[in-house]
């Protein structure tokens, strides 16, 4: 049976889509269920009814700082959708502890850098200041601080020195496209293990790949 899954968004949908577009494939392990909005003028949600996909919008807004009583509201649509687990998509609202702890261990969300380095507002700005040579994205559990919990899985790009925060984040967010589908199939094949604050996978066990830049001879 595939894993029943839940999309959250607020915007335009980009790695929604991406997700979409891989469980479209007979042989992933995880159907999307549902896309919710917590804004009803997300441009996401015409992409994924345009894929087929059901769309609700649960308007944040009107709750003002009443988080638990969004909460409550999305709980109940999650759950007469049975939902299994949920994947943030560019969601911009935060979420209480009780939630996450309810969810814990079944709810992803993808971070433009390599975390634990660069959370928050303007990654890619971020990177650029600080002058790494490799920065990427991150799939990982959610936990009540933001942008933290155990990472799944990671990929990253070469910075060049002319880059700019735009110029990084469209280079990142083709990594992001690629890493979210795969880290979603690791977790509803059951083969991610939580130990402590850790995400161990098999694939894990198996690498041996190194990336070195600015390239040495």
């Not at 345009?50 to 909460?71: L, Q, W």
């Amino acid at each position: 049976m595939k894993r029943r899954v839940a999309i959250l968004i607020s915007g335009r949908g980009s790695n929604m889509a991406a997700l979409i577009r891989a469980a479209a494939a007979p042989d992933f392990p995880a159907e999307i269920a549902v896309v919710i909005s917590n804004r009803a003028d997300a441009a996401g949600l015409q992409k994924a009814a345009e894929s087929g996909v059901a769309v609700e919008v649960i308007e944040s807004k009107p709750f003002g700082k009443d988080r638990a009583g969004f909460e409550a509201k999305l709980q109940a649509a999650l759950d007469a959708r049975g939902i299994e687990l949920i994947c943030l998509a560019g969601f911009m609202r935060l979420f209480t502890a009780e939630f996450v702890q309810r969810w814990y261990g079944r709810m992803l969300n993808i971070h433009p850098s390599l975390l634990p380095s660069f959370p928050g507002l303007d990654p890619h700005g971020q990177a650029l200041r600080a002058g790494v040579k490799l920065s990427g994205a991150t799939v990982h559990f959610v936990i009540p601080e933001t942008d933290a919990g155990p990472i799944v899985m990671q990929g990253a790009v070469v910075v060049r020195d002319d880059d700019t925060p735009d110029a990084l984040s469209e280079r990142i967010l083709g990594v992001e496209h690629r890493i979210y589908p795969e880290a979603l199939k690791l977790l509803a094949r059951d083969q991610v293990r939580l130990e402590g604050d850790l995400c161990r996978t098999k694939a894990a066990e198996q690498a041996d790949q190194v990336m070195i830049w600015p390239m040495v001879s």
